[in-house]
């Protein structure tokens, strides 16, 4: 019985993994309820050549380059009655990790994701504003897509990660999605997932001011009703304005701010309590908290 799957997605980047899936064969050499999913991307280097011949895994190629949603692929193949999420870049610290994730879904059944600590390779905590800042485990908004644990059966209810939106914000859809149907996300800090590369500068600046503006509006529009919605998209094209002119990428700050806006969304919409739960996601993208740093 396959009692975890752990699935992770790459593209381009055969060296890590490569490590990622050594690191794995190696950590899960005793385990026969443990099973690993790596996706390749449609990488142009040899990463798929590598992966091919790793027979002790499942490895999936997908046709085209499709961001986030090709975990989607990874998720649909994974028999496990849990999926812990990786990047090609991380990976869990010890077997001590996964057994306490297993543990506490095993005993919790309102838990429906553990958010995972997150260290570099250094065993420096990577902390980010939508994890909570406590060395004891504490209920959490939202967790790193780097590492997290969720039950596979709500995942697959969720649809998986939503495919439109390509990079990030992907995991708060989902955390906004798992808190709407009663299920608690937990932060341990007991479980920990080492992010190797863990540098955000060397990402595409065009990027993350697309993505971030395009997807965030997308958030707002779906789960928070008016006035608040109208003062968060009026912060948020503001916040992501000033970024883009500090970056030197108007170009795709507005090509975002058009497809924010073009897209259909279905409303969702938080609960008033989910709202206040939510307090820091309200925070990020708030002008007032960002210009005063009541954060």
């Known amino acids: 019985m396959i009692k975890l799957s752990i699935v992770f997605l790459n593209y381009n980047r055969r060296a890590e993994t490569q490590f990622t899936s050594d690191y794995l064969h190696q950590l899960l050499a005793e385990r026969d309820d443990v099973e690993v999913i790596a996706v390749d991307n449609a990488s142009s280097d040899d990463t798929w050549a590598y992966l091919s011949q790793q027979h002790w895994m499942k490895t999936l190629q997908s046709p085209e380059n499709t961001g986030i949603a090709g975990y989607n692929l990874g998720f649909a193949q994974a028999q496990g009655h849990y999926i812990l999420v990786l990047d090609d870049d991380s990976h869990p610290k010890d077997l001590a990790t996964l057994e306490q994730l297993i543990h506490r879904l095993d005993n919790n059944p309102q838990l429906g994701v553990i958010a995972c600590k997150i260290e570099d390779k250094h065993g420096h905590n990577l902390s980010t504003w939508h994890m909570p800042d406590s060395n004891q485990p504490h209920p959490s908004m939202a967790f790193v897509g780097c590492g997290f644990v969720i039950r596979r059966d709500l995942f697959q209810r969720l649809g998986w990660y939503p495919a439109d939106f390509f990079l990030y914000q992907n995991e708060l859809d989902v955390a906004f999605q798992v808190r709407q149907l009663g299920y608690q996300i937990l932060y341990d800090p007991h479980c920990v997932v080492v992010h190797r590369n863990e540098s955000v500068n060397s990402r595409p600046n065009w990027r993350r001011i697309f993505y971030a503006t395009r997807n965030t509006i997308w958030l707002i529009r779906r ?8 003062y968060l998209i009026i912060s948020r094209l503001i916040i992501g304005l000033g970024r883009a002119v500090y970056c030197g990428e108007l170009r795709w700050y507005f090509k975002a701010v058009m497809e924010a806006f073009a897209k259909p969304i279905q409303p969702q919409l938080l609960s008033p309590a989910l709202r206040k739960e939510m ?17």
Request: hydrophobic residues 35%; glycine residues 0%; positive net charge.
């Open 223 to 230: 789960y928070f009703p008016q006035p608040h919605a109208f």
């Open 279 to 295: 307090d820091k996601f309200w925070k990020q993208n708030s002008l007032w908290h960002q210009l005063t740093r009541q954060l």
